[in-house]
C-alpha cells in the first residue's frame, strides 16, 4: 500500500478510533502500544511513547517536596559535598574498582 494514501476510520461513541491494520504494522504498534498525541495546526500526530518515567516538570512546582530535617547545610558545605561526589564519580569512571 502506498503510504501517501489516505485512509479513514471512525470515532467510536465513546471517543476511540481504531487505526487501519497496515498502519498499525508498518509502524510496529502492537495492542497496549503506548502513544503520544499531539494536537498541532495540521491535525493530531501520533507517535510511540518514549520511555520517559515522567512527565517534564517545572522545577518551581516540585521545590520543597523532599524535605531535610537534620542541621541547614552552609553553601559551602553543598559546594563540597557536590565536588565530593564528582570526585567519587569521576574515580568510579576512570577505575571501577576504586
Do not use: C
Not at 20 to 39: H, Y
Not at 79 to 92: C, I, N, P, Q, Y
Amino acid at each position: 500500500m502506498d503510504h501517501q494514501e489516505k485512509l479513514t476510520t471512525t470515532v467510536s461513541p465513546d471517543g476511540q478510533i481504531a487505526l487501519p491494520s497496515g498502519v498499525s504494522e508498518r509502524q510496529n504498534w502492537n495492542a497496549g502500544t503506548r502513544l503520544v498525541v499531539e494536537e498541532t495546526p495540521d491535525g493530531v500526530h501520533l507517535k510511540r511513547a518514549g520511555e520517559q518515567v515522567f512527565p517534564p516538570t517545572n522545577p518551581a512546582d516540585v521545590f520543597g517536596m523532599l524535605k531535610y530535617k537534620g542541621k541547614p547545610k552552609t553553601l559551602k558545605e553543598m559546594d563540597e559535598g557536590v565536588l565530593e561526589e564528582a570526585r567519587r564519580s569521576f574515580l568510579k569512571s576512570v577505575d571501577p574498582d576504586a
